[in-house]
């Protein structure tokens, strides 16, 4: 399985700022998620990085607010911009193999807005 | 839009027992079906998974199953012991023409020693 990292593992942040989420893979992978998860809830995609090009947004996410960036197929960044506390939360970057088969998750960024 | 439904929401069992998690799906072109677990803290694990045309896998353990006509699929836990204490998630995927994948939301699973 590849290993992802992400940096930074937890981040307080003050409301108005922004906060740029990396995730490094060892690997090269074939496809990059961001997800996010609440206290005590499932995941929830927020979209797609595409390497190259623009990220796929699932509905309820845009680009001004989680701009994503994919330069490469090993590394992708989320920022969460404009912060309020309604972005606490745990970011989780997720990576899926060639096959297309296995999907698997960094460790996570715990975000704290106050 | 696509959904998968996951129950029960907690359970409770005594360590040696069987745990069963069942889930449903809705989208009939989901075609591969993992399953996480996700202890305190950390960030959900693989730990089986199955694809469409099988209808039963097992390691150790777990099993799944996958009833493709009823689109339902179950976790199943055998000898539990506490450290099977976690949250599960199911998923229902589709990895043609790209990669989606929808969550169940989550059975959090007590094993008591």
């Known amino acids: 399985s590849a290993v992802i990292s992400q940096k930074p593992s937890r981040d307080i942040c003050q409301r108005g700022t922004s906060l740029t989420i990396q995730c490094q893979v060892d690997?090269?992978?074939?496809?990059m998620f961001w997800y996010r998860q609440q206290p005590g809830q499932s995941l929830t995609l927020i979209a797609t990085a595409n390497q190259g090009s623009e990220a796929t947004y699932e509905s309820g996410f845009v680009i001004d607010k989680f701009p994503i960036s994919r330069p490469n197929l090993t590394f992708s960044t989320l920022t969460v911009s404009n912060m309020s506390p309604e972005d606490s939360s745990i970011y989780l970057c997720?990576?899926?193999?060639?096959?297309?088969?296995?999907?698997?998750f960094g460790p996570g960024t715990r975000l704290t807005v106050t | 839009g696509e959904n998968v439904e996951q129950h029960p929401s907690t359970l409770s069992v005594q360590e040696g027992d069987s745990a069963v998690i069942k889930c449903t799906y809705s989208d009939s072109a989901s075609n591969y079906f993992p399953w996480y677990k996700q202890e305190l803290g950390k960030r959900p694990q693989l730990i089986i998974d199955?694809?469409?045309?099988?209808g039963e896998k097992k390691d150790q353990r777990i099993a799944v199953t996958l009833n493709k006509t009823a689109k339902h699929f179950s976790l199943h836990i055998t000898e539990t012991q506490p450290e099977d204490s976690a949250v599960y998630f199911c998923a229902a995927s589709l990895n043609t023409g790209g990669f989606k994948t929808i969550f169940g939301a989550g059975t959090r699973l007590f094993v008591k020693a």
């Open positions: 690997s090269q992978v074939t496809m």
């Open positions: 997720s990576v899926v193999n060639r096959g297309l088969y296995e999907q698997y």
């Open positions: 199955i694809r469409s045309n099988v």
